[in-house]
């Protein structure tokens, strides 16, 4: 006996599947960003971190261009470190603890291949770039909140 196929028939159409919804970093990253100066204290970093409820930042020389990342882990060196020095945290500037070396993504990368980045590099956010100029940063979150966007539009 025969199977029948109650699929129907096939489009001829690319086999590529068309998006409705947005799925580039530009589309989900936060454009206002809270930024800080490497000559910024650690202190104010800290005070910063917890008005705004963030948990890192873009570090920007005074030419605007993108010099560093500096996050709570960065803090968090730092409150071990003058506890055990027994010196004070005022004095320490951002430009001592951040990360310098940063991992950034462009703006017209796609979600999926920057949830890919996420995974490879084990950061919690990226800065995203535009003709070498900050444009933004993507987090985790913000990735996963777009895949659910787009699970409720595309992935039926």
Avoid at 15 to 38: G, H, Q
Avoid at 120 to 133: G, Y
Avoid at 138 to 145: F, L
Wanted: a positive charge; glycine letters at 4%; proline letters at 4%.
């Amino acid at each position: 006996m025969a199977i029948k196929s109650f699929q129907g028939v096939r489009s001829k159409s690319s086999s590529k599947k068309e998006y409705d919804a947005p799925i580039l970093v530009e589309d989900y990253m936060t454009k206002k960003l809270v930024t800080f100066s490497p000559e910024q204290s650690i202190l104010e970093v800290m005070e910063a971190f917890a008005k705004y409820h963030i948990s890192g930042g873009p570090v920007m020389d005074k030419n605007g261009f993108l010099v560093g990342i500096i996050s709570e882990a960065d803090c968090m060196k730092q409150i071990s470190e003058s506890r055990y020095f027994n010196q004070p945290i005022l004095d320490k500037s951002v430009e001592r603890f951040m990360t310098k070396n940063v991992q950034t993504i462009p703006h017209d990368m796609s979600i999926f291949d920057a949830a890919g980045v996420f995974d490879k590099h084990n950061r919690r956010r990226l800065p995203v770039m535009k003709n070498d100029i900050l444009v933004g940063q993507i987090s985790r979150k913000d990735i996963v909140i777009a895949a659910l966007k787009l699970s409720a539009q595309n992935w039926k």
